[in-house]
C-alpha cells in the first residue's frame, strides 16, 4: 500500500506542478502581450527555437547538478561516520554515542552549499534570456523547460519505482537472483 500511495502522490504532484507552470506561462503571455509566438522567423532574427531548446536543457542541467550535490554531500557524511568510527573509543563496540549533531550540521551545511549554483541558473536564466533575447526567446525557454522537466519528472518517477520494485524483488528471492545479502542484492 505503500509503494501504490507514493506511486499516486508523485502523479499528481507532477501533474499539479505542470498545470501551475502552465497557468504561469499564460499569465506571463498576457503580461508581456505575447497573443502567439512565432516559432518560423517570417522577418529578422528569431530566438524562440533556441529558446525552447535551452528551455529543454535546464531541467537536465539542474536535475544533474542536484545529483552531483546528493553524492558530494553523501561523501561528505561518510568521511565524518569514518572519523567517528575511528576516533571516538568504543563506538564500534556500541558501548559509545556517536556524534548525530556533527553529521546533521555536515548534511544541512553541504545541502545549502551544493544548492546554490542549480538555484543560481534556475532564477537567474529566465532574467539574461528575457533581457537579453526578449520575450518570445523567454517564452521558448519556458515552454522547454515545462515540457522536458514534465517528462523527466515522469521518467525519474518511473524508474525510481522500478529500481525500488526490483530490489523488493531480489529480496523476495525471486528469479535464481538470490535474495538478500546476495552481491545482486548489494548492487539492487
Known amino acids: 500500500a505503500g509503494n501504490t500511495t507514493a506511486a499516486i502522490g508523485k502523479g499528481f504532484a507532477?501533474?499539479?506542478?505542470?498545470?501551475t507552470a502552465l497557468a504561469l506561462m499564460t499569465a506571463f503571455s498576457q503580461r508581456v502581450g505575447l497573443a502567439a509566438v512565432d516559432v518560423v522567423p517570417t522577418r529578422g532574427i528569431n530566438f524562440?527555437?533556441?529558446?525552447?531548446?535551452?528551455?529543454?536543457?535546464?531541467p537536465f542541467i539542474f536535475s544533474a547538478l542536484t545529483m552531483l550535490a546528493v553524492g558530494k554531500s553523501a561523501q561528505s557524511i561518510i568521511q565524518e561516520v569514518r572519523r567517528q568510527f575511528r576516533e571516538i573509543p568504543g563506538l564500534m563496540e556500541g558501548t559509545a554515542n556517536a556524534d548525530h549533531a556533527r553529521c546533521v550540521a555536515i548534511s544541512t551545511t553541504a545541502a545549502l552549499r551544493e544548492?546554490?549554483?542549480?538555484?543560481?541558473?534556475?532564477?537567474?536564466?529566465?532574467?539574461?534570456?528575457?533581457?537579453?533575447?526578449?520575450?518570445?526567446?523567454l517564452a521558448g525557454l519556458?515552454?522547454?523547460?515545462?515540457?522536458?522537466?514534465?517528462?523527466?519528472?515522469?521518467?525519474?518517477?518511473?524508474?525510481?519505482?522500478?529500481?525500488?520494485?526490483?530490489?523488493?524483488?531480489?529480496?523476495?528471492?525471486?528469479?535464481?537472483l538470490g535474495g538478500k545479502g546476495t552481491p545482486t542484492h548489494a548492487a539492487a
Open 14 to 19: 507532477i501533474g499539479s506542478a505542470v498545470l
Open 48 to 58: 524562440v527555437i533556441p529558446g525552447i531548446l535551452f528551455g529543454t536543457m535546464l
Open 115 to 137: 544548492m546554490v549554483l542549480p538555484g543560481f541558473i534556475a532564477i537567474i536564466t529566465p532574467f539574461i534570456v528575457g533581457i537579453g533575447f526578449g520575450a518570445e526567446a
Open 142 to 176: 519556458l515552454i522547454g523547460a515545462i515540457s522536458s522537466g514534465f517528462l523527466l519528472a515522469v521518467n525519474m518517477a518511473n524508474s525510481g519505482g522500478a529500481w525500488d520494485n526490483s530490489k523488493k524483488f531480489i529480496e523476495a528471492g525471486g528469479g535464481d
